[in-house]
């Protein structure tokens, strides 16, 4: 069946509150195997509110709102609703005891304006409100369903699970299953093009991709009567791109890039030390918010003066001299100097040209060294990002995990 | 005039991403001036994206559209627009050599699937992408106005504010002028609490407070003819909660607490090494998130291991086994011994238990404790933060960058 999501709230409009029960919903709704088709948002106001309204049942088979079941007078949801499915509100006694005990558990005095939110639309099925006062209920008129939450994250999102999902459950003949495989090292349009055969006739499973903040991400999703009978459709499909695109895939199961390479080192053992000057600490602080990497990871320093390098890691003098900071040479000294002193099997420098500043003729911004010195050798690669200072200490970071996602691959 | 906001993208149907281009474009177009009156998302479909692009024309003066861009086969939102008002698509030599450029800097080859992201519908004032490949554009049909921008929020924001803000801002009949505090040490129903007479009679200005991530802000917004009669409104109040809450407020101009403490060590030129463990790297990546940085930003060492704390920074074995890592001991050793080496005025130490595991009896998670050494002393803070890894190590790197701001305040 076919949703729409309609959120009530001026704050929203304002952009004084980011839409997360939107988020939320859709993402319970789908794995429901309910199809999202619309959101809306709209606020307080009575006629717009209506029309919008409106505008959805007609759409959708399914309209669930959030907000503007509370006490204030611009708390209107409960009252267009009815109105225009032609329900009356009737005091229900069970939620105004309820009401009632909700202030007397934080004892404060109840205001009358509170029993307002005790009415419901006749014939609807309520929704108690364990950790709120305003109460939600399900309306089912003919072939449509309407359900309303209210406007509260914490209140909503209990409602959703004690009483809504058990009851969309049982309705719902679907369940959907959707993989996510993560790439690194190829662009978004590159990609398309490649699958472009499998994305184009795209109807069970569907295919898309996202890119944010350099992770690259394709969806596969399919709709079946049983998670067997989802995976059977998903599997093929992933079987093809794995064949097409292995090299570049880091994650079949959307686990992010950081996650990969720490689960790998914490679970081969692999000890790891870093040394970063440009990524400034980016690529240790990506490392260690992974849970239980302290059994691996030595140390990182970040090394931002010449002093430090010298000191911390035995860069040699002519070499900053002669070579300067961001080079070849220096970025393989640091990774030889930390492995001298920490003896990790992996150690890995950065140095490079963030930006804005810092940029020579033969040294532009996005200039960017990463050495690496292992047991068996020691060895550099060159990059030339582009974007910002923190566009650029991202995609270093990246890359770096990335390096040594594919060195431990070998252990 | 009103607006509408249409974002385009199955991912937000899906519930896999949060829908923060509205939440941006909200809070922009109010702060210009702008009424926005509705929300809409619809995925990559292209009768249900005409049905409701053709509903938000109707309802509104201004849409604005976010994603359906780029270059892939879902990106339909130029060709639907323009064929539903009406337009030819024409190639853009400009945008065109844009892309190709952009390709190149990257160099990655351009897949013939980009030149799609070149075609402009006819009449339509192009608006450049500085950062990704997808232009924008706006199309001013018949007294609205129709803008339609790229899906990455990064894209997206660049965009706004380098081409549309202008655009609407000289559109506007009033100066909208927005002033944001920045709090720290205090939360936002304490905050709210404590401005409840200022928020509740507001109305030209506006308060509205936001927490994020650690960060607390309030903004006061007002609308005036000039930009002078803005400010009028604003400055009395700005004095007011000046008055109540100095101590809290490390910005009166919107700056994250990196960007205070980054231009307060520049400008007063203070050296400064960092010793962290359980924030891995996380305090030294903001801070050098702040371009200039490395003018007084000598070392950031992260030492996780208790032998790193040894050998880097001299803390006493002894120490360790008596006290444990985690304790005001190890702290200050590790803030001492970073200043025996480094010399740097102001040398920071963090030690904690971020979690999941690693708590005792003794100490739980969110145990942390920051060591400073300073040429006049070395002392220690102790906190228990609760939360999440993450939560914790972002709380636990927020609260040294506060206490660096208090100490630098006095250089």
């Given at each position: 069946?076919?949703?729409?999501?309609?959120?009530?709230?001026?704050?929203?409009?304002m952009g004084q509150t980011i839409n997360s029960n939107t988020f939320f919903l859709s993402r319970k709704l789908n794995e429901l195997g309910y199809n999202v088709l619309y959101h809306f948002s709209v606020g307080d106001n009575p006629d717009r509110l209506e029309n919008i309204f409106k505008t959805a049942l007609d759409i959708s088979d399914i309209v669930i709102t959030t907000g503007g079941l509370g006490p204030t007078q611009d708390d209107l949801t409960k009252e267009i609703i009815s109105r225009f499915i032609g329900k009356e509100?009737?005091?229900n006694e069970d939620s105004l005891k309820k009401i009632k005990y909700y202030f007397e558990k934080i004892n404060r005095e109840m205001t009358d304006n509170n029993i307002k939110q005790a009415f419901i639309p006749e014939g609807a099925i309520v929704l108690p409100n364990d950790i709120g006062t305003a109460p939600g209920f399900i309306l089912n008129e003919n072939e449509k369903i309407i359900i309303c939450l209210p406007g509260p994250p914490r209140e909503m999102n209990l409602m959703f699970q004690n009483y809504?999902?058990?009851?969309?459950?049982?309705?719902?003949?679907?369940?959907?299953?959707?993989?996510?495989?993560?790439?690194?090292?190829i662009g978004e349009s590159k990609l398309e093009w490649i699958l472009q055969d499998l994305i184009s006739n795209q109807t069970n499973p569907t295919l898309a991709?996202?890119?944010?903040?350099?992770?690259?991400?394709?969806?596969?999703?399919?709709?079946?009567?049983?998670?067997?009978?989802?995976?059977?459709?998903?599997?093929?499909?992933?079987?093809?791109?794995?064949?097409r695109l292995d090299k570049f895939i880091y994650s079949y199961n959307?686990?992010?890039?950081?996650?990969?390479?720490g689960d790998m080192l914490i679970r081969k053992n692999v000890s790891i030390s870093l040394a970063e000057s440009c990524t400034g600490g980016l690529l240790v602080s990506k490392l260690t918010s992974i849970p239980g990497i302290s059994s691996v990871l030595?140390?990182?320093?970040?090394?931002?003066?010449?002093?430090?390098?010298?000191d911390e890691l035995g860069v040699k003098r002519e070499t900053l001299e002669k070579y300067?900071?961001?080079?070849?040479?220096?970025?393989?000294?640091?990774?030889?100097?930390?492995?001298?002193?920490?003896?990790?099997?992996?150690?890995?420098?950065?140095?490079?040209?963030?930006?804005?500043t810092g940029a020579t003729s033969k040294k532009p911004v996005g200039l960017v060294y990463i050495g690496v010195s292992t047991d068996e050798k020691t060895f550099y690669y060159k990059y030339n990002f582009n974007g910002s200072r923190n566009k650029i200490r991202n995609y270093s970071a990246m890359t770096a995990l990335n390096i040594i996602r594919k060195i431990i691959e070998k252990y």
């Amino acid at each position: 069946m076919n949703c729409s999501i309609l959120s009530v709230g001026t704050e929203l409009l304002m952009g004084q509150t980011i839409n997360s029960n939107t988020f939320f919903l859709s993402r319970k709704l789908n794995e429901l195997g309910y199809n999202v088709l619309y959101h809306f948002s709209v606020g307080d106001n009575p006629d717009r509110l209506e029309n919008i309204f409106k505008t959805a049942l007609d759409i959708s088979d399914i309209v669930i709102t959030t907000g503007g079941l509370g006490p204030t007078q611009d708390d209107l949801t409960k009252e267009i609703i009815s109105r225009f499915i032609g329900k009356e509100l009737k005091l229900n006694e069970d939620s105004l005891k309820k009401i009632k005990y909700y202030f007397e558990k934080i004892n404060r005095e109840m205001t009358d304006n509170n029993i307002k939110q005790a009415f419901i639309p006749e014939g609807a099925i309520v929704l108690p409100n364990d950790i709120g006062t305003a109460p939600g209920f399900i309306l089912n008129e003919n072939e449509k369903i309407i359900i309303c939450l209210p406007g509260p994250p914490r209140e909503m999102n209990l409602m959703f699970q004690n009483y809504v999902k058990p009851y969309l459950a049982e309705k719902s003949k679907y369940i959907i299953k959707s993989d996510i495989i993560k790439f690194f090292g190829i662009g978004e349009s590159k990609l398309e093009w490649i699958l472009q055969d499998l994305i184009s006739n795209q109807t069970n499973p569907t295919l898309a991709t996202y890119a944010n903040e350099g992770e690259l991400s394709l969806r596969i999703t399919a709709r079946g009567k049983s998670l067997e009978e989802a995976e059977k459709l998903i599997n093929p499909i992933k079987q093809e791109i794995k064949k097409r695109l292995d090299k570049f895939i880091y994650s079949y199961n959307n686990q992010s890039l950081e996650e990969v390479v720490g689960d790998m080192l914490i679970r081969k053992n692999v000890s790891i030390s870093l040394a970063e000057s440009c990524t400034g600490g980016l690529l240790v602080s990506k490392l260690t918010s992974i849970p239980g990497i302290s059994s691996v990871l030595d140390r990182a320093i970040v090394t931002y003066s010449n002093r430090a390098k010298i000191d911390e890691l035995g860069v040699k003098r002519e070499t900053l001299e002669k070579y300067g900071a961001v080079s070849k040479e220096t970025a393989m000294e640091m990774a030889e100097g930390l492995k001298d002193i920490t003896g990790s099997k992996i150690c890995l420098s950065i140095t490079g040209i963030a930006g804005p500043t810092g940029a020579t003729s033969k040294k532009p911004v996005g200039l960017v060294y990463i050495g690496v010195s292992t047991d068996e050798k020691t060895f550099y690669y060159k990059y030339n990002f582009n974007g910002s200072r923190n566009k650029i200490r991202n995609y270093s970071a990246m890359t770096a995990l990335n390096i040594i996602r594919k060195i431990i691959e070998k252990y």
